[in-house]
């Protein structure tokens, strides 16, 4: 290690930079966020620095560096084009005792910026002491994807609380053990979910030694995406690396699942046509059952939660069972997979909305036979899309009521297999042959179904080519 890493407080203390151009820009940003009092001495200045001068954010000396005007100041940034000046920066900034930082120059430099990840309070800064910046850039994005934006205010209420923790544990090894505990329980869940207050209330009682409420599992109600688990959101990955129990349903892709923790307990509750492996009514109890034994619980559903996914009855049963709980959207089928399909859903000359269905099968009243049951005057208005999810067993039907209701035979529409996935499988056609076509090609569920004048667009703009 060549240089020693540190954290240096510049809040309302003098930093002076020379230079007024983009690269100026950018280090003065970071000085601002860190709330120093900057001045920025140079013959001219960006159109951006002039507008944080209007603002009365920052100071301007409109004149050519002198070496008095570093006088006072605790940080120095020489971020010029002329090296000369660069360089002349930097003698007088070392002969006063002042760090200096000379852009693209480490030689001349008494500090240098990492590349930073701000999770305020908590902030991370990975430098290559001046080598190789865009390593540093790479690492950082790297260390990005994994730790949430709300780790800082995890910090924040831990520092609310720090005093507390000091006088009911007096001793170093206590407290370090306390923290341990409390950073791998639910506190932290709770702030990620964005309940800070219940949180708060949680590290008060494992402060007073009351355990019920530590003691209480949790449910994660997560969306799995349509199939591609590069779609998975970073919380939904996250949540999903740490379950105790993950309950699945069969839309969920083998590939999203090998990302469930590997030590988890699996519980399979997919429905498919005529079988059921779980009604959804036990469904809602199990997991009610599961975290009220201490438990999180990973309730892993294709696509969203909260589209023809019954998520929203399955919290319910949490409510009212008093099982906290979180949920974290997922890409729904109808955007995922019309996307890999190349069929944009609403399009300047095609369509300006967007209506979502389900296809299922419903039996008639006091009689044996089934039907599908959809406002189909709602799905024949012009200059829009339908996307109707599990409706391939009552397709032919589909697409007969819509020509009925005075669709043209010839609308373009599309099945779209496994969309997503590398078994992705486009069935392209018209109402009028689609049905048909879709049993010559022996599709199977899970598709999904496109119907309107976008669908046009599918040949044109088809990019995701599954070989």
Not at 81 to 92: G, L, M, R, Y
Not at 159 to 183: H, N
Not at 340 to 366: M, N, S, W
Not at 398 to 404: D, R, T, V
Request: one cysteine or more.
């Amino acid at each position: 290690m060549q240089a020693l890493p540190i954290f240096f407080n510049i809040k309302n203390r003098l930093c002076v930079v020379i230079g007024g151009g983009d690269v100026a820009l950018r280090k003065i940003t970071l000085l601002l966020k860190a709330q120093a009092d900057v001045t920025v001495i140079a013959t001219e200045i960006c159109h951006e620095l002039q507008d944080l001068v209007s603002a009365k954010k920052i100071k301007y000396v409109k004149e050519n560096f002198k070496q008095n005007q570093l006088q006072g100041s605790c940080l120095i940034v020489a971020a010029t084009d002329d090296a000369k000046i660069n360089e002349a920066v930097s003698i007088a900034a070392k002969a006063q005792n002042i760090p200096v930082n000379v852009v693209d120059a480490p030689d001349l430099c008494t500090f240098t910026m990492g590349s930073i990840i701000d999770r305020s309070p908590v902030v991370i800064a990975v430098s290559s002491e001046g080598n190789a910046p865009i390593l540093a850039r790479y690492i950082r994005t790297k260390i990005e994807t994994m730790l949430p934006a709300s780790y800082g205010r995890i910090a924040a209420i831990a520092g609310e609380f720090r005093d507390a923790v000091k006088v009911k544990f007096p001793t170093t090894q206590a407290r370090r053990r306390f923290w341990e505990d409390v950073l791998q329980g639910p506190m932290v869940e709770r702030v990620l979910a964005g309940q800070e207050q219940a949180a708060r209330e949680l590290l008060q009682d494992l402060i007073d030694d009351k355990d019920t409420a530590a003691s209480k599992g949790e449910v994660y109600l997560v969306g799995g995406g349509p199939g591609d688990p590069d779609l998975l959101t970073f919380r939904a990955l996250r949540l999903m690396q740490q379950c105790d129990v993950c309950v699945y349903d069969k839309l969920v892709s083998p590939e999203v699942m090998e990302l469930v923790r590997r030590d988890a307990e699996l519980i399979y509750v997919g429905k498919e046509r005529d079988q059921h492996t779980m009604p959804q009514e036990e469904i809602n109890e199990l997991l009610a059952k599961l975290a009220l034994q201490g438990k999180r619980v990973l309730r892993l559903k294709g696509g969203d939660p909260f589209i023809f996914g019954r998520g929203g009855e399955e919290i319910e049963t949490l409510m009212e069972r008093g099982v906290p709980f979180q949920v974290v959207p997922g890409i729904t089928a109808a955007n995922g997979v019309s996307s890999y399909a190349g069929i944009p859903l609403t399009h300047r000359d095609y369509a300006q909305a967007c209506l979502f269905v389900t296809g299922h099968l419903k039996a008639k009243e006091d009689s044996k036979e089934v039907v599908i049951d959809l406002d189909w005057v709602a799905m024949s208005r012009p200059n829009q899309t339908v996307v109707i999810y599990m409706g391939l067993v009552g397709l032919k039907e589909i697409c007969e009521k819509l020509i009925a209701h005075g669709v043209s035979a010839n609308m373009p529409a599309a099945v779209v297999q496994q969309g997503t996935t590398q078994k992705q499988k486009v069935v392209a056609a018209t109402l009028a042959d689609l049905a048909e076509k879709v049993v010559v090609a022996e599709m199977k569920p899970p598709c999904l179904t496109i119907i309107g004048e976008v669908v046009k667009l599918r040949e044109k703009l088809n990019w995701f080519n599954v070989n």
